[in-house]
């Protein structure tokens, strides 16, 4: 793996991951204005700059991933998603005031600790 297709790769996750976390915060907006009566939910989302600004960002992750499935096998490209995880759970715990137990961080652990096992084995 070259180092373009490695930053190429951790770009399409970064983004993917933050994508997911304006979604998130645009979706809690829309969802509070539509429960004080100030529209549909539907309407809410559809209009909301965070939302808008998600799908964006997620559109600019998708074709990152593309590109990056046009480069490297899905094998090895696809275990890099458990780094989105962790980027998630971090960010929607720091970010957006939810609550993980350990359970969660230590299952997310995991899952990224099945990354690096596929990183550092070379197929035979």
């Known amino acids: 793996m070259t180092a373009a297709s490695l930053s190429l790769l951790l ?3 970064a983004t993917a991951a933050t994508g997911q ?3 998130k915060h645009g979706m809690q907006l829309a969802t509070e204005k539509a429960t ?3 529209g549909s939910l539907a309407i809410n989302a559809a209009t909301s700059p965070w939302v808008l600004l998600g ?3 997620f559109a600019i992750s998708a074709l990152a991933w593309l590109t990056t499935l046009s480069r490297l096998p899905l094998s090895i490209a696809y275990p890099f998603n458990a ?3 962790l980027a998630i759970l971090t960010a929607s715990v720091v970010l957006l005031d939810e609550r ?3 359970w969660t961080w230590v299952g997310t652990l995991c899952v990224v600790g099945g990354l690096v096992i596929v990183v550092v084995t070379k197929p035979t």
């Open 83 to 85: 780094l989105g995880y």
């Open 55 to 57: 799908l964006t960002v």
């Open 21 to 23: 976390v304006l979604l």
């Open 11 to 13: 770009f399409a996750v």
């Open 36 to 38: 004080a009566g100030k």
């Open 100 to 102: 993980a137990n350990i």
